[in-house]
DNA sequence: ATAATAGTGTCTGTGAGACAGTATTCT
DNA sequence: AGAATACTGTCTCACAGACACTATTAT
């Protein structure tokens, strides 16, 4: 990965032309990165992608996705590339959580990062990202490995925020496909939400708000009555605040 | 102002080393400042900080406070600092806002602005602050002038999310002294949400909610009943998500 | 008495949450 | 018949919002 190499440059050079300089002591030119909280609801659990680092500092641990601001791009489009990278996903729903920035989070220079939260659908990931590929995998969120960096205040604060949007938005339909059932979508939100929902008042509450449209199509997975697929009246407008 | 001069030198320290450089040509180091939107209640108005330009760019425009971070500050402490040398107050409520980013929102060099939002009490206001000096004014947030970089979007994005936070937070404190009347609280209400509260339903509401006591005292001014004055009963607590 | 603001109660509709039995499909 | 999940309706309570008159103070 460039990224990580790139960090040692920028300090060689910094060396080099703070040389003399008095003026500029107190302040500094921090990096800037992007990390991403990626979810996805797979296997009945809702999951976090985590990178294994390769190098220094916290080697071998994990780490959530995340890279330098090329020039030119936004935050956001930095956030979408990096993405794209780690999962060969496009059109990503995406958003801004907040940007973590203690003089000492990272120990090798000032680095300034700006954290989004990204969800997935588990149907559009392909097999070699949804992969079991050493360095990069999916975690359960609920039982997570100690991650470097403040990463896990990263993710804990994604998910409080993940929790938050759940109760007035449409976000749910992020981890969705196109056509799914009532007990689908209780699903996610139970997952999300870390509690179990009644199932007659979570059906008229979805029902009512109007979101939600019913299909011709049934789904059959087992010996038992099949369930009417829905579909969501419209993907949610992405508010991003950002030209 | 320190800043406007640090982003000189910066440049100039740039285009030195950038010379024969090419692996750094993707990537930048972005220069990082804290903006802050800062709001109080006065005259009847709900009132932000501005701050008239003194250079290019977008010089004589108005702006909201900001600047750079400097080594080993936090981000909020960066606009802690900014706040206090702005309005010589401190232990002032502040919250991050939101990350801006864009490729060209400075035209100088590549700034991202870690944007935050604060709440002052008109009270605590020193005079030569609140003051008229030709470069710091307070302004109607219903009729700002036009602003350089992207601070219009700055400051409505802070006023959505001020009508959010005051629907389901205690924020509406920091904009009142110790003691207050019913009316007074309302009014806050009232020129955040832009909209006419009835009387009897706020006063149910906020009295059923239990964040406020009553006092002893009353506040007298004028040819008619005095009100009661009430207090918090416990001064909300500030989530920073920041070690 | 008048002006000016403080203060108070009822009704209605809506939404959240508790709660248990019937329907449909396949083996 | 049995297993497994889909699907459905009622009641209660709390809160939101509409709405108008009385209370207290100073001149």
Redesign the pocket.
Known sequence: MVTDSFIDQIQASKKESSQGDTSLATYETPLVTVDIVVFTIDDGMLKVLLIRRKRQPFQHMWAIPGGFIRTGETLEEAAERRLHEETSVKDIYLEQLYSFGSPNRDPRARVITVAYYALIRADLLHLEAKANAEDVRWFDVTTLPELGFDHSDIVNLAWDRLKEQLKDSNISFQLLSEKF???ELQRVYELILEKKL????F???IL?SGIVIETEE?K?D???????LYAFKERQKVLMYEL
């Open positions: 059932t009532l007990t009644d199932k007659r008042n059906r008229k509450k009512s049934t059959m087992g010996y038992h009555r099949p369930a009417q």
